[in-house]
């Protein structure tokens, strides 16, 4: 397989080169704009700014992560490898509140008429967020 790989890599890498040119800046991908550029560019910087936190909390590894990392029981302390449970329920709130966002764009720019069945969907997840936040804060907050 590494063999494979390598001759690959030997016959498209020169034409990679030539393409390289087009992307001065390596850490900005295709789009050579940062993340919060992109967002402005689609109207969702304030979004970006607001939210951003909840993705990059769980992402990285970061000192302002530690408290859903760290916890205390019955005196003794225990460290979560991975999201806690806090982290998996905004990021699952926001990133599904994401995808019926990127479903109502797609479906009117192939006019599928879903308005109605996404917009409901979000209602339900509104109120199962709203919910869960007033049954179980500990999850939340």
């Known amino acids: 397989m590494r063999k494979q790989f390598q001759t690959y890599l030997k016959s498209i890498g020169p034409q990679a080169q030539t393409l390289l040119k087009y992307f001065p800046k390596s850490n900005r991908g295709w789009a050579q704009k940062s993340l919060y550029e992109r967002a402005a560019a689609v109207k969702m910087d ?7 936190w909840v993705f990059c909390g769980i992402k990285h590894t970061l000192p302002a992560g530690a408290a859903s990392f760290v916890f205390h029981n019955d005196q003794e302390m225990d460290v979560v490898l991975g999201p806690s449970i806090r982290g998996v329920y905004h990021a699952t709130r926001y990133s599904t509140d994401y ?8 479906g009117r720019a192939y006019s599928f008429e ?3 069945e ?3 969907v979000a209602k339900h997840l509104g109120e199962a967020a709203v919910g869960t936040h007033q049954d179980h804060p500990e999850v939340c907050e």
């Open 46 to 52: 304030l979004d970006y700014c607001n939210d951003y």
């Open 99 to 106: 995808f019926l966002k990127l479903c109502l764009l797609f």
């Open 114 to 116: 879903i308005d109605n």
């Open 118 to 120: 996404i917009v409901q």
